[in-house]
């Protein structure tokens, strides 16, 4: 089958939603699919250039190849990147499948011809941050096929008398793994995933971990972001970090915190209890997918930095149960796998369209 997956952009900045489509494309491609993913040469809705800029980017970026993810994800074997100037037929060609990505990318695809293939609308979040609520539902009520990661977003989607069918996101278990054993790492030590959007929880994570550090003097903090922050200076910030430095990263860490208002998949949580974190995480829809308190996690009330700093304080001070939800958090996330996600994905495209 050939599918063409829409990006929203370009991928030269790590994004865990297209992290989440060039998996997804990889493993489908390992099925025997012939796939695609088309990069528009700016991210829609953000810039704007007119014809003669447009078509000079992009011949450069297309001679250059970095609108690819070459620092922070692999090569993608088996998948065709392209670049295009436009999101319209005569750019995307025709496929079985052209699989929508992010809400700026569904009206140029349910634009499309019959003749251009089954339509698809990939749903990792809600994505309200950008460009607002109801842009958002406008582009969900659009005539596709739709595929959410998680079952919260199912429920969104059925609050709109919309179906759609689940495909839970997967792991890059070649890339994140324990390497370092728990027993084995130096302690104290917290890591977290600082991001400039308010809603990723940034400030909640730094004021928990400052209330905590009064008490954990030698208490070490590192986060890693997709772009420069300014966060304190006893927190150590790795950027852009290329796979090897997060896994590493992730496997000195003691505990992991989570600290996010809403996600629609939270791929950080899950790379870090794959390399051995106990994880420490909000409470939000989206981890029922993969946590479950006080067996595989501690989940705490979102937005609450003084709850957020007594569960990293209970896991620091009871080193069994810091080991126990640890290990159980290996096993959760050994049963997440880009494998399973493209043969339910698969699956999805097996089944008579609408």
């Not at 007119?50 to 088996?78: C, E, I, N, Q, Y």
């Amino acid at each position: 089958m050939k599918i063409a997956f829409i990006l929203p952009g370009p991928a030269a900045l790590p994004v865990g939603g297209v992290r989440t489509v060039y998996r997804l494309a990889m493993a489908l491609a390992d099925l025997g699919h012939r796939v695609t993913i088309v990069h528009p040469v700016t991210w829609l809705g953000q810039t704007r250039l007119g014809p003669l800029r447009l078509l000079a980017s992009w011949a450069k970026h297309a001679v250059l190849r970095d609108f690819t993810p070459r620092r922070w994800l692999p090569a993608a074997p088996g998948v065709r990147l392209r670049l295009v100037p436009h999101l319209s037929q005569r750019w995307i060609g025709a496929a079985d499948a052209v699989v929508a990505t992010g809400w700026r990318t569904m009206a140029p695809v349910a634009a499309l011809p019959a003749s251009a293939g089954r339509r698809l609308a990939y749903l990792q979040h809600f994505e309200d941050w950008d460009g607002g609520r109801e842009a958002v539902l406008a582009a969900w009520r659009l005539p596709l096929e739709k595929v959410v990661v998680s079952r919260w977003l199912l429920r969104e989607l059925a609050a709109l008398g919309q179906a759609g069918r689940v495909v839970p996101n997967g792991i890059d278990h070649d890339l994140f793994f324990t390497e370092m054993a728990l027993e084995q790492r130096r302690g104290p030590s917290v890591a977290f995933a600082a991001h400039g959007l308010t809603w990723k929880g940034t400030a909640v994570a730094v004021a928990a971990l400052e209330r905590l550090r009064a008490s954990w003097p030698a208490l070490t903090v590192e986060a890693f972001a997709p772009e420069p922050l300014e966060l304190p200076p006893w927190v150590g910030l790795t950027v852009n970090p290329r796979p090897a430095e997060l896994r590493a990263l992730y496997n000195r860490a003691q505990v992991f915190v989570a600290p996010s208002f809403s996600e629609g998949w939270d791929l950080p949580a899950c790379e870090a209890m794959a390399c051995g974190a106990a994880l420490v995480a909000s409470a939000i829809p989206v981890r029922e997918e993969y946590a479950e308190h006080g067996r595989n996690a501690l989940l705490v009330p979102p937005g609450d930095p003084d709850a957020t700093a007594a569960a990293v304080q209970r896991l620091l001070h009871d080193e069994t149960l810091r080991h126990d939800l640890a290990r159980a958090g290996q096993a959760t996330a050994g049963e997440l796998t880009w494998q399973r996600s493209a043969a339910l994905f698969e699956q999805t495209l097996s089944r008579p369209g609408r």
